[in-house]
Every structure is written in structure tokens, then in C-alpha cells.
């Protein structure tokens, strides 16, 4: 019924930058709330940035001035600038989508590696 495909990951310098995407397809009414997570190696996995249809955003202290969540149409995007060692991680995003048929609940990307390394 809905789809979700990430990219735009992969191996930056510390202090650069990344944008991540999460493109949703399918049988789609309207995207309630979007979030994108973090698991780091060995770690479990957090949330790093959350917004409530669009009208309540949060972002884990870590990354506060740093990443910023928005959206275009059924596209989710992370942009993240100043990167720093610890942000490396798989990225998720997290889209709670109520479709054609009624119903509402979570769905998950795939993940996207991040790895921020000199």
C-alpha cells in the first residue's frame, strides 16, 4: 500500500554536510507525522528530529542548529550541516501515513548509512 525509499547518505568530512530524503508512494491521504531516527553501532535506535503535522517540531539536543526536517509533498527530507564523528549512524526515517483505505499507522524506511570520518 505505501512505500518508502531513502537516500542520500553516504561518507563526509567532519563539519560537512548531507541531505537525506524519504520519498513515500502509494496509497497515500496525508502524512500526520514525520521523524527521522538514528542507530549508531552497538547502539539502539534514537530519534533525532519530529514534526506533528507540521505544526510541532523537535530535535534531540545532539543536533539542535544543526539538522533541520521539512517536507515536500510526499518527500521527507533531513538536511543536516556541521556534521560531527558521532552522527554517524543508519538513518530511518519514520512516516505515520493515513492511506485511501482508511487506516493510519507507522511505516519505516529502509536506512541510509551516514558515516562522518576524516
Known amino acids: 500500500q505505501v512505500q518508502l525509499v531513502e537516500s542520500g547518505g553516504g561518507l563526509v568530512q567532519p563539519g560537512g554536510s548531507l541531505s537525506l530524503s524519504c520519498a513515500a508512494s502509494?496509497?497515500?491521504?496525508?502524512?500526520?507525522?514525520m521523524a527521522w531516527y538514528r542507530q549508531a553501532p552497538g547502539k539502539e535506535r534514537d530519534l533525532v528530529a519530529i514534526?506533528?503535522?507540521?505544526?510541532t517540531t523537535n530535535y534531540a539536543d545532539s543536533v539542535k542548529g544543526r539538522f533541520s526536517i521539512s517536507r515536500d509533498k510526499n518527500t521527507v527530507y533531513l538536511q543536516m550541516n556541521s556534521l560531527k564523528p558521532e552522527d554517524t549512524g543508519v538513518y530511518y526515517c519514520?512516516?505515520?501515513?493515513?492511506?485511501?483505505?482508511?487506516?493510519?499507522?507507522?511505516?519505516w524506511g529502509q536506512g541510509t548509512q551516514v558515516t562522518v570520518s576524516s
Open positions: 519514520n512516516l505515520r501515513i493515513t492511506t485511501i483505505f482508511g487506516g493510519t499507522r507507522d511505516y
Open positions: 502509494g496509497s497515500i491521504v496525508s502524512i500526520n507525522v
Open positions: 514534526s506533528k503535522s507540521g505544526i
